[in-house]
């Protein structure tokens, strides 16, 4: 079956450090993915996109990976701050007619000071 | 600037009761969607829209579930009668139409049937 898997679990880090939330799938071929932040409450906000052909993405202190071959994308926050504290979701661009997106559950990240 | 205004923000109604969300995609980008979220889970979609025209609405339960986007701007999602189990947040968000473009989500709107 398909799926999409992210840490069911909040991750807890201090502040200052990386944080690292990984998106894992089964039986997708995403021509892209996506990752959004979603804090409570509020609507999921865009982060970063990168596509089947490229292995990196860097948008500040945001680093994004992409491998097909593992199947998982990793999603990096250096030097965190008490406010990344959100749920991150990641989303998969799957051909359906159209490129549509299809999320995961979202890993909570909280970074303490 | 993109931005998606959603009402009301949080309704409490009784099963079986009719309810009725608004969008309004003020940047007025052509292609609209409404997805459901379920507490703990990701967005799930329900209907997108390429203009006033559904153009996917596979997810969309048609027994209970009506959605229209009239002139092709404001969108409107319908639940007649509601279940417990259709409890969630509902999310309008709007796309720039693109094959990879991100989504502008509004706030949402809470329901909450008892």
């Known amino acids: 079956s398909q799926k999409i898997e992210q840490n069911s679990e909040a991750l807890n880090i201090q502040e200052g450090k990386t944080a690292t939330l990984t998106c894992n799938y089964t039986?997708?071929?995403?021509?892209?993915l996506q990752w959004y932040r979603q804090d409570p409450g509020r609507g999921p906000v865009f982060l970063l996109l990168i596509r089947e052909n490229e292995k990196e993405k860097r948008k500040e202190r945001l680093k994004v990976t992409f491998d097909t071959t593992l199947k998982q994308s990793l999603f990096h926050i250096t030097a965190s701050q008490p406010a990344d504290s959100a749920t991150y979701l990641c989303a998969l661009g799957v051909s359906g007619g159209y490129n549509k997106l299809i999320f995961g559950a979202g890993t909570r990240l909280a970074v303490h000071p | 600037e993109a931005g998606v205004v959603q009402s009301p923000r949080y309704k409490i109604i009784e099963k079986k009761q009719p309810v009725a969300f608004w969008c309004n995609p003020i940047?007025?980008?052509?292609?609209l969607y409404w997805y459901r979220q379920n507490l703990g889970q990701g967005p799930e979609l329900l209907i997108r829209y390429e203009n006033e025209e559904a153009v996917d609405d596979s997810q969309l339960p048609k027994d209970r579930f009506s959605a229209e986007r009239l002139k092709g701007v404001d969108s409107t999602l319908k639940i007649q009668p509601a279940e417990l189990g259709d409890s969630a947040v509902y999310l309008c968000a709007e796309g720039q139409g693109t094959n990879t473009g991100e989504l502008f989500f509004g706030e949402g709107s809470r329901l909450t049937v008892l």
């Open positions: 039986n997708y071929s995403p021509a892209y």
């Open positions: 940047s007025g980008h052509n292609t």
